[in-house]
């Protein structure tokens, strides 16, 4: 009995070393598709996105005498070292919902690369991918959500790069879109609107510095009409453009008030949103040239309680008739 057991053990005792040396010596898991894109675009050095080409694009794109100026493989592969150099903090990952992360600016600032789909059929792989952007932890709208799809293939057991797609999506069934693309519409519209109201401010002040027994005018032609044939040089308004003298633009009713006395020396002038339901900012403002706003639609609480737009920023127009 003695002897089996010694016999039993140095049997196990030779067995054991090998097992653990076979799994020392092991081959590595064969890359993934999605490894190979994360070190296509995320690697160190041009040959991290070189070696994941096809045959044929090396051979027609690489030369020995290419400068990183003029090489395209070498300004591609650079957008994927640039990203990693200005993240403060990038991260990626082979499984998961989430291809990658880059915060920058103290996590003020965040990129996200959201993996669409992923889908492996034998010795071809397609990956679609969207991009996020975020500022402050909240999601910044974008009017068409770019997304990427890369099909790569293998060749030589390294996947190979075969086709970039890129498309523009639109969900118009998405409410939270259609919310994001209503908001989007009406931020460009109030910028517009306060900007022209800084425009009658300051060519209110130079029509009446021209015509001063006349003072202010509640005439949106007067400002920004065209001369007639007839008129005298000095009767031309201010800015020669028809289009400006409309009291409808970008969503706003525009109008001048308070025109009193001879010479005039007051006048308001307001932007109000043509829907009243519409959630936009009220602009008025009057000749000390101070821009002001409001939520809502009455102009009178504009006028009289509105907030100045950038306090303490360029937003005053002199005039010479305070």
Not at 9 to 27: C, K, N, R, Y
Not at 38 to 60: N, Q, R, T
Not at 84 to 103: M, N, R, Y
Not at 158 to 185: F, M, N
């Amino acid at each position: 009995m003695r002897q089996i057991c010694c016999a039993l053990f140095v049997a196990l005792a030779g067995i054991i070393p090998l097992h653990a040396q076979t799994q020392l010596t092991s081959p590595p898991s064969p890359q993934t598709a999605r490894q190979a894109l994360i070190e296509m675009f995320v690697g160190k050095g041009s040959y991290a996105f070189e070696k994941h080409l096809p045959e044929v694009a090396h051979k027609a794109l690489i030369r020995k005498s290419d400068t990183p100026e003029l090489s395209l493989v070498q300004k591609i592969a650079m957008i994927g070292r640039q990203m990693t150099a200005q993240g403060e903090h990038l991260e990626t990952f082979d499984v998961g919902p989430t291809l990658l992360v880059s915060d920058q600016n103290n996590g003020r600032e965040k990129v996200e690369v959201i993996v669409e789909h992923d889908s492996l059929m034998g010795e071809d792989d397609e990956i679609e991918v969207s991009i996020h952007l975020y500022r402050n932890g909240e999601a910044e709208f974008l009017p068409v959500i770019p997304r990427l799809t890369f099909s790569l293939k293998q060749e030589k057991e390294i996947w190979r790069l075969t086709e970039v797609t890129l498309s523009l999506h639109a969900p118009l069934t998405d409410p939270d879109y259609l919310k994001g693309l209503r908001k989007d519409q009406d931020d460009s519209n109030e910028h517009m609107a306060s900007g022209r109201v800084g425009m009658i401010t300051s060519t209110e002040a130079a029509y009446a510095a021209k015509h001063p027994e006349q003072g202010y005018t509640c005439k949106l032609a007067d400002l920004f009409g065209q001369q007639a044939s007839g008129d005298a040089p000095d009767q031309s308004p201010e800015v020669n453009d028809p289009g400006l003298a409309s009291g409808e633009f970008a969503g706003y009713h525009f109008a001048l008030s308070g025109c009193e006395g001879s010479p005039a020396s007051k006048y308001q002038v307001t932007a109000v949103p043509t829907e009243s339901d519409a959630g936009m900012k009220t602009f008025c403002a009057d000749q000390s040239g101070t821009i002001r706003f409001t939520l809502g639609g009455k102009s009178s609480a504009c006028l009289s309680r509105g907030q100045a737009l950038n306090p303490g920023g360029n937003t005053s127009y002199s005039s010479t008739m305070d």
